[in-house]
């Protein structure tokens, strides 16, 4: 089955840190570009940052530059979002996709992949 998981959400207070993840099973994330989205209550998805193939290149969006780094681990097909610093902003469902894109600032502009995950909820508040 091909599918997309994230996990590693919760609920966190201001000035807290998580790592996501995005396991990928039935296929290899190795030939795809990968994002992370979010989508807060009312609020259209934002692309907050997208990763090569090979992992060489990498963007981030303004909004949560300094704070959100994209990593992924090919051997264990993973794409991972560390965020520092989270703010009640922050708070939305961050979903991953994969897609066969050249230009990693293109999917996260464009918001379009193969496969998606189904999403997990980060909550910053006190």
């Known amino acids: 089955q091909v599918q997309l998981v994230e996990s590693g959400g919760g609920l966190v207070q201001p000035g807290g840190s998580l790592r996501l993840s995005c396991a990928a099973s039935?296929?290899?994330?190795?030939?795809?570009?990968v994002g992370w989205f979010r989508q807060a209550p009312g609020k259209e998805r934002e692309g907050v940052s997208c990763?090569?193939?090979?992992?060489?290149?990498?963007y981030v969006a303004n909004s949560v530059k300094g704070r959100f780094t994209i990593s992924r681990d090919n051997a264990n097909n993973t794409v991972y979002l560390q965020i520092l610093g989270l703010k009640p902003e922050d708070t939305a469902v961050y979903y991953c996709?994969?897609?066969?894109?050249?230009?990693?600032?293109?999917?996260?502009?464009?918001?379009?992949?193969?496969?998606w995950g189904q999403g997990t909820q980060v909550t910053v508040s006190s």
């Open positions: 996709a994969a897609g066969r894109w050249t230009l990693v600032q293109a999917m996260c502009a464009m918001g379009r992949g193969d496969y």
């Open positions: 039935g296929f290899s994330l190795v030939y795809y570009t």
């Open positions: 990763i090569s193939s090979s992992g060489g290149a990498s």
